[in-house]
């Protein structure tokens, strides 16, 4: 079956400008995690969705970034006034969601995102 | 919160032999295990995981071996081919289920 897909798979932006970054995860599973991925470094956490709702937004940087999920299935996260230290790959997984912290995660491709 | 140490940072091996990483963790209360492998310009795939119940899970030429009493857990490559060369994660459950990653482990296996 279709995995996770994200869109777009590389965006060039400007430092200041606005971005918006699309995750399709695998059908039916409930939980989404979005991650960010710099140079050399593993993923780290940014936010995570249970069905529509934000149960963990603890990862998310500052207020310039923010996810939303509204009918449980795509999320999109939202980058307000980017600035050159936000250039790294952002990784979107999904998991079923039944007991999330023994669960398997399914990562996408990342969308790699370069300020300049 | 978790804590999770991945070593070696790179790792360099002649082809046919074994590739073993090492990590270990901080939370004896984390029963779940997995490892990603990423290539160049990828998401992370998993290749493997295993969870607290088992002390070793195997898989074709792939290992996983936990020792929750000194909480680190490994991966085990044998018969290693060129097309293992890239980079692996460990990684071990936050507190809302997210993965807290190592940095990360670079294999080259050289023909």
């Known amino acids: 079956g279709a995995g996770v897909s994200q869109t777009p798979s590389n965006k060039v932006t400007e430092k200041g400008k606005y971005v918006e970054l699309r995750c399709d995860p695998i059908?039916?599973?409930?939980?989404l995690y979005w991650y960010r991925q710099s140079l050399g470094q593993g993923p780290e956490f940014l936010i995570y969705?249970?069905?529509?709702?934000?149960?963990?937004d603890s990862g998310l940087p500052n207020d310039r970034f923010f996810a939303v999920r509204p009918e449980g299935s795509v999320s999109t996260l939202k980058i307000q006034r980017t600035e050159r230290g936000d250039s790294a790959v952002y990784l979107c997984?999904?998991?079923?969601?039944?007991?999330?912290?023994?669960?398997?995660?399914?990562f996408g491709p990342g969308t790699r995102l370069l300020v300049l | 919160g978790e804590n999770v140490e991945q070593h070696p940072s790179t790792l360099s091996v002649q082809e046919g032999d074994s590739a073993v990483i090492k990590c270990t963790y901080s939370?004896?209360?984390?029963?779940?295990f997995p490892w990603y492998k990423q290539e160049l310009g990828k998401g992370p795939q998993l290749i493997i995981d295993?969870?607290?119940?088992?002390g070793e899970k195997k898989d074709q030429r792939i290992a996983v071996t936990l020792n929750k009493t000194a909480k680190h857990f490994s991966l085990h490559i044998t018969e290693t081919q060129p097309e293992d060369s890239a980079v692996y994660f460990c990684?071990?459950?936050?507190?809302?289920?997210?993965?807290?990653f190592g940095k990360g482990t670079k294999l080259s296996v050289k023909p």
């Open positions: 997984a999904s998991s079923p969601g039944g007991t999330v912290k023994r669960e398997t995660q399914y």
């Open positions: 059908s039916g599973h409930t939980a």
């Open positions: 969705f249970q069905g529509t709702g934000a149960a963990d």
């Open positions: 939370d004896s209360a984390s029963n779940y």
């Open positions: 295993i969870r607290s119940n088992v």
């Open positions: 990684a071990a459950p936050g507190s809302q289920g997210n993965l807290i």
